[in-house]
């Protein structure tokens, strides 16, 4: 924990500008977060950031609780709490509002045009994402060959997830990663 | 009525059996703990097959609206339900079943790291882990990737990877690349839909 004055500010105003910006979902959000956390405010390491990831996929729950867990780090329980709050808090007002008017505009051009339109930004947005933890994450083959492993497991089985951590961290307890 | 995936055949109203305020937060909160890397799937089969709070066209709207808005999807859904059963009331006791559990669990955990981190064997775990998890977003994106990329003659692909390389190889910021691609993406889409 490296608690810096307005530090709580800072992530109460990134985080609720990101929650409006998040098109995909929470995993669509990862580059800038990275961006934000290690880059622009020095906060965590690329290391750092890629361990709060991996902490974060061990955790049962929504993907957004990547984002308690950068709070955490910058400002104890107290960052968790803000940095959740406000990466929920405006986009839950506005989905409340959206919600009460969606079912009428059903068939309008204009609605069915921006859904369709977003599809594909938060397509790259997520693979952008995929990258910058990839990058974050494997620095030497053997990170790699577990990285491409998990996405053939993943993609071709319904295996639960916890099993390929528990066999990644197994290859990394060995000192293998 | 086409296929609903319930195994009633008939249930074409609004909402089949709603819930009341505690077994909405209790609800949430069991699908969050669910799942890990994301609980979408848990929350369909809690309100479609399980409960039978939502036919699977409800859940279905519901959850395209939560994934083209922004924010995380699941708390977007909550909110979408929750406000459908109680108002702002329903809203916030979803959310907070959805959120309040993994928020305690994760700052447990964190705990553990800020004392522990330094621990080769730690250390060494969860850079496996990390790599795992790098593999598993890979796998999302491919999924979600592919039925956009046969599409035959649509602009959603270039869209995509102007993106994926203005945010993931250029690094530039999200709200800058929002402003421009996202308004082209639409214009694209709503020009397709008039030819």
Wanted: glycine content about 8%.
């Amino acid at each position: 924990m490296n608690e810096q004055p307005g530090a709580l500010t800072i992530l109460a105003v990134q985080f609720a500008l990101m929650s409006l910006l998040a098109i995909g979902g929470a995993n669509a959000a990862i580059p800038e977060m990275h961006r934000l956390a290690v880059d622009v405010q020095g906060w965590m390491t690329n290391k750092q950031f890629a361990d709060t990831f991996a902490l974060a996929q061990l955790t049962p729950g929504p993907n957004v609780i990547v984002v308690t867990l950068i709070g955490y780090h910058v400002a104890g329980i107290a960052g968790a709490l803000v940095a959740t709050a406000a990466m929920c808090g405006p986009t839950c007002v506005m989905t409340y509002f959206v919600g009460q008017v969606w079912e009428k505009f059903k068939e309008a051009r204009w609605r069915i045009a921006i859904q369709a339109g977003l599809v594909p930004v938060s397509i790259g947005l997520v693979a952008a994402s995929a990258w910058v933890i990839a990058l974050a994450a494997d620095h030497n083959a053997v990170a790699w060959a577990i990285t491409a492993a998990a996405v053939i497991v993943s993609y071709f089985t319904r295996i639960n997830p916890l099993w390929v951590f528990a066999v990644a961290a197994a290859i990394g307890v060995m000192g293998y990663v | 009525m086409t296929e609903t995936g319930t195994s009633a055949p008939h249930s074409p109203a609004p909402s089949i059996n709603p819930p009341d305020l505690s077994q909405l937060f209790l609800a949430f909160a069991k699908i969050s703990l669910s799942g890990f890397g994301g609980v979408l799937p848990w929350a369909r089969r809690m309100m479609v097959e399980e409960r039978r709070w939502m036919t699977a066209e409800e859940f279905n709207e519901a959850f395209s609206l939560s994934q083209f808005l922004p924010g995380p999807n699941i708390v977007n859904f909550s909110v979408v339900f929750g406000s459908r059963i109680a108002g702002p009331l329903g809203a916030a006791l979803a959310l907070l079943g959805l959120l309040g559990p993994p928020t305690v669990i994760v700052i447990v955990l964190a705990a553990i790291y800020a004392r522990y981190g330094d621990l080769t064997l730690l250390q060494n775990a969860l850079a496996g882990v990390a790599a795992a998890a790098a593999g598993l977003v890979i796998a999302v994106v491919a999924k979600m990737a592919a039925p956009v990329f046969r599409t035959p003659r649509s602009p959603a692909p270039f869209v995509a990877i102007a993106a994926f390389v203005a945010i993931g190889l250029l690094r530039w910021p999200l709200l800058y690349v929002l402003a421009v691609l996202a308004p082209v993406s639409v214009a694209l889409a709503f020009w397709r839909l008039r030819a």
